[in-house]
C-alpha cells in the first residue's frame, strides 16, 4: 500500500473534501453565493468533531453555538466598543474550554474564528440583517449535514450521542486561566487596533495575535515563527500562481474550497500555513482584486503575531507548560 507524504493527512483531506462537495455541487447548480463562505462552517463543525470527538450531541451544539455567535458578532460590528468586549470575551473562552480536556480547544477555536470572519466579511460585502440569517439558515443544515455524510461514508465511523470530558487538575486549570487571559488580552489590544484603523482585513490581525497567544513561550515563539515564513513563501506563491491562471468564477470557489481544505490537510504546520497564505492570494485574484492583498496579509499576520508573542513573553515566561500545542491545531 502507497503511502503520501509525511507532511500530509489524506484521510482528513478526504474527509474534508467529501464533506466540501455538496456545497460546491449546489453551487455549481444555483450559483448561489452564500454557499462559498458556508464552507467555513462545514470545516468548523468538521475539525469539532475529528479532534474533539465524534459526539452527536456535540455536532448540533456546535451548529448552534456557530449560529449565535456569528449572529452576536454581526449585531455588534457597527459599534467599536461592544465588538471589541465581545472579541476579548471569545477569546478567553475559546481557550479556557480546555477545563473540560485539552481536546476540546479544537471546538473553542473553531467557534471563535468562523463567528469573527464571517462576520466580518459579511459587513464588507453590506450583508444585510436578512442576508446573514440567510446565511446562517442555508449553511449551518448543509454543513451538519456535509459532516455526518464525510463521516459516515469514510472510516473511522464510530459515534457516540453524548460527549465526553478530561477535567484538568487544579493547578493545570490556574495554568489554563492564565493562557486564556493571555489570549483575550491579545485579542483586546488587536481588535481596539482594527476597530481604530479599520484595515480591510481585520479579522487577520485578530486572529494572528490570538493564534500566537497560547502555551509556554517556546511555543509561541515557534509558532509566530511558523506563521512569519510560511506567509513569506507562500503569498509570492500565490501571486505568481494568480499571474499564471485565468481569472474565473470557477477558480475562485475552487480556490475558497482548497484554502478551507489546508485547515485539515497538513500535519506539518508551516506548510498549512504557506498554502492558505497562497491560496488565498490566488483565491482574491481569480475573484478581480489586486495583489496587494497579499502585502496586507502578511503585515496583518505579522502585527498580530507580535502582539501575541509580546503578551506570552509579559505574561507567561514563568508559567510552566499545560499541555502542548498539537501538530493538528493548524488555524
Request: charged share 10%.
Amino acid at each position: 500500500m502507497l503511502k503520501g507524504p509525511a507532511w500530509l493527512d489524506g484521510p482528513a483531506l478526504l474527509r474534508g473534501t467529501v464533506a466540501l462537495l455538496p456545497g460546491l455541487l449546489l453551487y455549481g447548480w444555483t450559483g448561489q453565493e452564500l454557499l462559498l463562505p458556508g464552507g467555513l462552517l462545514t470545516i468548523a463543525l468538521l475539525i469539532g468533531v475529528e479532534r474533539c470527538q465524534r459526539s452527536l450531541l456535540l455536532l448540533l451544539v456546535h451548529a448552534l453555538l456557530l449560529g449565535l455567535s456569528i449572529a452576536a458578532f454581526f449585531a455588534v460590528e457597527a459599534s467599536a466598543p461592544l465588538f471589541v468586549l465581545l472579541c476579548g470575551l471569545y477569546g478567553f473562552l475559546s481557550l479556557w474550554i480546555a477545563c473540560l480536556g485539552a481536546r476540546w480547544t479544537s471546538v473553542g477555536s473553531f467557534t471563535f474564528i468562523p463567528a469573527l470572519y464571517l462576520s466580518i466579511e459579511a459587513h464588507a460585502a453590506g450583508f444585510s440583517l436578512a442576508q446573514g440569517l440567510r446565511l446562517l439558515a442555508l449553511g449551518l443544515p448543509l454543513a451538519v449535514g456535509s459532516v455526518l455524510l464525510a463521516s459516515v461514508a469514510l472510516p473511522p465511523r464510530g459515534w457516540h450521542l453524548g460527549w465526553q470530558r478530561w477535567p484538568l487538575e487544579p493547578a493545570q486549570r490556574q495554568r489554563l486561566g492564565r493562557q486564556a487571559l493571555v489570549r483575550a488580552l491579545a485579542v483586546l489590544v488587536t481588535a481596539v487596533a482594527v476597530s481604530l484603523w479599520q484595515p480591510p482585513f481585520g479579522q487577520w490581525v485578530i486572529w494572528s495575535s490570538a493564534s500566537v497567544a497560547t502555551g509556554e513561550l517556546t511555543v509561541a515563539r515557534q509558532k509566530g515563527l511558523d506563521r512569519t515564513v510560511g506567509a513569506l513563501v507562500g503569498l509570492p506563491a500565490g501571486a505568481l500562481l494568480s499571474l499564471l491562471l485565468p481569472r474565473s468564477a470557477a477558480l475562485h470557489a475552487l480556490g475558497i474550497a482548497l484554502t478551507l481544505l489546508t485547515l485539515v490537510a497538513f500535519r506539518n504546520y508551516r506548510a498549512a500555513f504557506a498554502s492558505r497564505c497562497a491560496l488565498i492570494v490566488l483565491t482574491a485574484a481569480a475573484g478581480g482584486e489586486g495583489l496587494g492583498i497579499g502585502l496586507d496579509r502578511f503585515v496583518l499576520v505579522v502585527l498580530g503575531g507580535a502582539v501575541g508573542l509580546a503578551l506570552v513573553g509579559i505574561v507567561m515566561a514563568q508559567a510552566g507548560p499545560l499541555f502542548r500545542r498539537s501538530s493538528k491545531d493548524r488555524a
